[in-house]
């Protein structure tokens, strides 16, 4: 049972370069969400889903978008690369209740 | 809007002793809480959760928190701490309006001496 999957696990950009943090969960859940973890701040809400084709804005949505295509997946997209973006980035899902987690991506632009 | 505080960003104990962190929420509607752990370089996993029905949760590995309406708190609780319990602990609120988002505290890094 895979649950949520992130990937890449770790990814160094450059300013100004673009990627796509991936995120797969295989629960079947239509809530999904995307936060950014930095020292002593706790997790911060980028953007979130409540099903495909339904996306909105977080606490923090500014440098990030999002897609919703299809149940399962729910990348977010960097264009614009800021050193502001470091940060680990968790992807998670929740069903009725409780909310599970991917692994994290640990992003580091330079 | 909901929120939650979460006192003391770092707490040590000694091995054996009481484990006891600290959650305080604001919610202007019965909440859903939660304790998260978060062992190094690794996800969040779920410790415990309430959702309105008995007001002291137990959940995994030896923890349970209690639901204080009147003190709008969910504390966490170990009556012995263990050096596998090293780990940095988050409190978290979702309100079942609006958005219906899970909101976080800035964490507490639980350090176990030996």
């Known amino acids: 049972n895979a649950g949520v999957t992130q990937t890449p696990k770790f990814r160094i950009l450059k300013i100004g370069q673009s990627m796509t943090l991936q995120c797969t969960q295989d629960m079947n859940h239509n809530y999904m969400y995307w936060y950014r973890q930095d020292p002593g701040m706790g997790l911060k809400l980028i953007y979130y889903s409540v099903g495909a084709g339904i996306t909105d804005k977080g606490e923090v949505p500014n440098g990030y978008n999002v897609s919703r295509s299809t149940t399962e997946d729910f990348p977010l997209r960097l264009e614009l690369a800021a050193p502001s973006q470091t940060s680990v980035y968790f992807c998670?899902?929740?069903?009725?209740?409780?909310?599970?987690f991917g692994q994290g991506t640990r992003l580091t632009v330079v | 809007a909901q929120s939650v505080t979460q006192l003391g960003s770092h707490v040590s104990v000694s091995e054996g002793a009481l484990v006891l962190l600290r959650c305080n929420y604001s919610?202007?509607?019965?909440?859903?809480l939660f304790w998260y752990v978060q062992y190094p370089n690794q996800g969040l996993q779920l410790l415990l959760k309430y959702t309105s029905a008995a007001t002291l949760v137990k959940g995994i590995n030896g923890f349970e928190a209690e639901f204080k309406k009147s003190e709008t708190s969910f504390h966490l609780t170990k009556p012995s701490a263990h050096m596998s319990d090293a780990a940095e602990y988050f409190c978290a609120v979702r309100v079942q309006t609006g958005a219906n988002n899970l909101f976080f505290g800035t964490g507490t890094r639980l350090t176990v001496i030996p």
């Open positions: 998670a899902s929740r069903g009725d209740t409780e909310a599970f």
């Open positions: 919610s202007s509607v019965p909440p859903y």
